[in-house]
């Protein structure tokens, strides 16, 4: 049984997004493999999933979703503890496509099923076609017996919202009023209209995201909730850097905020990698030329960022690039801001190569 | 948690195959679509089984599988409490490619996951490839999180055996030993196979299947278990029709049986329609001509039997075909010999013109 639910709204029916850091029942994963997007036919990126879904099913049960052609091989990578669902896809940002599930705290789980458009749709998206992406989210539900709510006219990206499931949402500016989305709609009717889906009080929206980011600046990836009250964001303290001031700004912007409920934030601020982290000869190798998909090329700098981790049941499975003292920066930070999870880390410079990370990836479940 | 159990068998492990009878938690369904298969783009089928699925849905909660191409049509076209999930196949039979499941009668549920040929293989099998026909039991298991045993060297369709969940089993002897499934196992092989992956003590062996069937003759489509010690058959009192001999043969042969407790058969005997359900002008039109598969002609005898029904959970749902005598004495027949079940027919005339029938489409998972 899974409806769909036209005539009401998740506000109305008393259904919230609950914040990550709330109990999940599981999370879900897409097996990566456009050439296109992934080099040497995404076999690298592969193994880097298996051991992100390794990570997090140390915590909570995972399922990865995986088209026809990848299925015999994801479920042979995989060990069996992770379930291995067929599903067609156009690539494997869970985050994105997923539903964003909902509950009711007496038990009800309930999903949004945004419209999913690549980041843009003809305007700026990163491929053609996602008709198969925008389709998981019902997919999903389907299987899990959920009800959904779909929004035909508003598209919407996981990765473009934060909540702390206390009445506060977090935005972004320049991804939610890029020209790709929902330019037909003003910041205010978004505003309003983010408040009835995820059942919230109050938006918060920062005026941009990581630097060079592909998704017009999803907030998944420059800020994250520790729980209501407690944020943490990406940073850098290097004023030659473009994202100090992407950084500073968010900072300043927090300072002067209080969440729904009037509470003033605590700010970690989480340095991004130093230098940057840049696609080097090797990782711009292997990827398949398509019309009117990204280059990656030598020198690019990748957006980078430990923010994009994921919290698992009683875990934070956070990315590492391979840079000694950063990466030792976010994960002593990461166990120290959550003293009750235990941290794990994750080489995910395959993840950060075809565009997102851990949080991009992921797409958490909670339980009723 | 899907596990594959390779190193023991259902009788070591105390899994049993429960009678059809027993309590289901669900019915599992395949969405038609190969052209060269079913009539008209298979338009006419699908709305077919939407019909059966509607029908057994009355009773049992029904998922029907269906492939990426069709997901949308079948999503619009099945009512929401039918839950819909993508699943890549080479046809509809869910009988003879689901999982065949078993239970320990201590809430354990498993299955096993034959080896599937289409029938017969290079030898005398229906279509190529069958590669995805024979993941799907274990795409389902997956979903369920069920741990299964695979018989990769032992092909064998659910249609093929009927269990009476107390210690026997019954097959048909032109089938199993048809030259495209087990060819290097003997009869007496194949019995201690199927006693150790049922959880048997018994198997018996009918000697010919239903007049013109493709699969060889499955059990199916000419016998079925009632209960421990009640089976139904189907028969013509026709003697110049071929069913009469092979139906003949399978009564006598079940009166000097008995089953694996020592009873004695009371055996019911179900009219084939008569005359014979043929292909129409009209029902021969529309079929892809593709090298290897069975011509559908104008004048073919189907081999149309109501034996070939499926017992959900408090109802009997049962194929009938436009004959109103033979459909009516059908009817009043199984509403005698099931009286604590509601009886519903579903016209099936454009199911058995794909060569099967109810029984044939669908596969019940038990609950625990």
Redesign the interface.
């Known amino acids: ?4 639910i036209k005539d009401t709204t998740p506000k109305q029916d008393g259904y919230r997004m609950p914040g990550e850091f709330e109990k999940h029942k599981q999370c879900w994963i897409i097996w990566p493999e456009r050439p296109d997007n992934w080099r040497f036919g995404a076999k690298p990126a592969q193994a880097a999933f298996v051991e992100v879904a390794k990570a997090i099913s140390r915590f909570e ?1 995972v399922t990865m979703v995986v088209s ?1 052609s990848q ?2 091989n994801a ?1 042979y990578m995989l060990p ?2 992770i ?6 896809n156009d690539d494997a940002w869970m985050r994105d496509v997923g539903p964003t599930f909902l509950v009711n705290d007496q038990g009800g789980v309930r999903a949004v099923d945004w419209a999913f458009n690549a980041w843009g749709g003809l305007h700026d998206g990163l491929y053609f076609p996602w008709d ?1 992406d925008d ?1 998981m989210a ?2 999903i539900c ?2 899990e ?1 959920i009800d959904s709510y779909r929004t035909p006219d508003f598209v919407m990206e996981g990765g473009a919202i934060h909540v702390d499931g206390d009445g506060t949402l977090v935005v972004v500016e320049e991804c939610l009023l890029s020209g790709g989305r929902n330019a037909h709609m003003s910041k205010d009717d978004m505003t309003e209209f983010l408040k009835e889906y995820l059942n919230v009080d109050k938006v918060i929206w920062l005026p941009r995201g990581i630097y060079n980011d592909e998704t017009n600046g999803h907030v998944d990836n420059i800020f994250c909730f520790v729980k209501p009250g407690e944020v943490i964001i990406a940073w850098s303290d290097n004023e030659n850097d473009p994202q100090y001031e992407i950084s500073k700004e968010v900072y300043d912007h927090l300072c002067n905020e209080t969440d729904a409920k009037g509470r003033k934030f605590k700010i970690h601020k989480l340095p991004v990698p130093s230098p940057p982290v840049t696609i080097t000869a090797e990782e711009s190798q292997g990827i398949d030329v398509i019309e009117g998909t990204l280059p990656r090329e030598e020198g690019d700098r990748q957006a980078a960022s430990y923010v994009n981790f994921y919290i698992a049941n009683g875990g934070i499975v956070f990315p590492y690039f391979g840079n000694e003292k950063y990466d030792k920066i976010a994960e002593d930070m990461l166990k120290e801001i959550f003293p009750d999870r235990e941290v794990v880390g994750v080489f995910a410079r395959e993840v950060i190569l075809g565009g997102g990370n851990i949080h991009c990836i992921t797409q958490q479940q909670p339980l009723g």
């Open positions: 049984m899974a409806k769909r049960p026809k299925y015999d479920r069996d503890h379930r291995v669902i067929e599903m067609s198969q389709k019902q997919k389907e299987i017996e």
